[in-house]
């Protein structure tokens, strides 16, 4: 999965279990400077039965997913093609479909 803001010029490769923050996570260095962004903002897990999902780790500023504000500590499911809002950073969401991207391949 990939978070991406073009403005900003930030393109991150989402694994599953990685925590978006401005001091945790493998994203820190390029959130740093993001004081709207908690230290840990937000976690992203991928189940293969049900696809991605965000939790907000109880963040400062909130995370919003689609306009709807997420509650603290409750996974929201996310779709390709849509729009998550980590405190006042704006990422389009992308979401490869693994089985198309093998059907590609071969």
Known sequence: MRLINKTLGIE?????????????GRFAEVLRGFEQISRRHCRFVFDP???WTVTDLGSTNGTKYNGKLLQPGQACPLRDDS???????????????VANEKTKRM
């Open 12 to 24: 991150l490769e989402v694994q599953s279990g990685d925590i978006l923050g401005r001091k945790e």
């Open 49 to 51: 039965s049900s696809g």
């Open 83 to 97: 729009f998550l809002l980590v405190g006042n950073i704006e990422f389009y969401v992308q979401i490869e479909d």
